[in-house]
């Protein structure tokens, strides 16, 4: 079964750019899926920050557009996220999901999530 | 803010039924899908499309729409069901995916 794993920085400082992996196992990254980034800052609800197919094709949420880069790499069979010009509204738990379906659409399974912190 | 509204907080009392909403014009057009969050943990899915349950999840999960409102029923609420559930699906436009802001069910 597809399990899939965060990796990066836990700190990141303000005005920096946050790095994060997530690294694809049991199943190939070119299926016929997208694969989605998730934030949750402490205490608060979830947030969709973007997506990719395997052939580079993104879409990103319009709030976060302007900062965010979704890139895959087929080699490794991982799929990685940047988040320019982050301050403290960024610090939140980091998650990577696969998204299964059209018409059903869902994120399953999902990334234990990795915790960033923003901070000088 | 969200364009999937939820109500902020459920409660239920043991083993009785209870329905958790979503609420959003894109939900006329799009199936949502359900997850189930607890403390510390990632997100779970519990329910998606028409009414489908992955394995593993129990069939007190059900999930229903009508207009613009999808909803998640509990049958027979466990205390193990206390958690926040979360709404996801496409926006208006279709391109984005959206959550709703989160329900926080007590079982009590």
Request: proline share 5%.
């Amino acid at each position: 079964q597809v399990q899939l794993q965060e990796s990066g920085p836990g700190l990141v400082k303000p005005s920096g750019t946050l790095s994060l992996t997530c690294a694809v196992s049991g199943g190939s990254i070119s299926s016929s899926n997208w694969w989605s980034w998730v934030r949750q800052p402490p205490g608060k609800g979830l947030e969709w920050i973007g997506e990719i197919y395997h052939s580079g094709s993104t879409n990103y949420n319009p709030s976060l557009k302007s900062r965010v880069t979704i890139s895959v790499d087929k080699s490794k069979n991982q799929f990685s996220l940047k988040l320019s010009s982050v301050t403290a509204a960024d610090t939140a738990v980091y998650y990577c999901a696969r998204e299964q379906g059209i018409a059903a659409a869902r994120f399953d399974p999902w990334g234990q999530g990795t915790l960033v912190t923003v901070s000088s | 803010s969200s364009e999937l509204t939820q109500d902020p907080a459920v409660s239920v009392a043991l083993g009785q039924t209870v329905r958790i909403t979503c609420q959003g014009d894109s939900l006329r057009s799009y199936y949502a899908s359900w997850y189930q969050q607890k403390p510390g943990q990632a997100p779970v899915l519990v329910i998606y499309g028409k009414n489908n349950r992955p394995s593993g999840i129990p069939d007190r999960f059900s999930g229903s729409s009508s207009g613009n409102t999808a909803s998640l029923t509990i049958t027979g609420a466990q205390a193990e069901d206390e958690a926040d559930y979360y709404c996801n699906s496409r926006d208006s436009s279709g391109t984005h995916r959206v959550f709703g802001g989160g329900t926080k069910l007590t079982v009590l």
